[in-house]
């Protein structure tokens, strides 16, 4: 089992900053990539970005490049979003995402964590 803590959602007004962070802990042989997702109210969740453990290669939503970066610390298993110049499309439920092996002989799989909510007001 693998979990993910994350914090740093909130309340900000439109142009401010936030920085969420996640870290992963128990059963972790490698970490494959960390990332964000986001859901907005009656929307499809979506990628926000995503980082490479392997290379630091990164992906990010069009929506979102040049507003946020997201950066990662592989000894603490974390990763962080820092977003800036926020706006109120930007208001959603941000989850944690890690591609994960637990073991060397399982597949990688998807771990999630349970979401902290990100509010831009207008």
């Known amino acids: 089992q693998v979990q993910l803590v994350e914090s740093g959602g909130g309340l900000v007004q439109s142009g401010g900053s936030l920085r969420l962070s996640c870290a992963a802990s128990g059963n972790i042989f490698s970490i494959y990539y960390m990332g964000w997702y986001r859901q907005a109210q009656g929307k499809q969740r979506e990628l926000v970005a995503r980082i490479s453990i392997i290379d630091s290669r990164t992906n990010y939503a069009d929506s979102v490049k040049g507003r946020f970066t997201i950066s990662r610390d592989n000894v603490q298993n974390s990763v962080y979003l820092q977003m800036n110049s926020l706006k109120p499309e930007d208001t959603a439920v941000y989850y944690c995402?890690?591609?994960?092996?637990?073991?060397?002989?399982?597949?990688?799989?998807?771990?999630w964590g349970q979401g902290t909510l990100v509010t831009v007001s207008s």
């Open positions: 995402y890690v591609l994960v092996r637990s073991d060397p002989s399982t597949a990688p799989l998807d771990a």
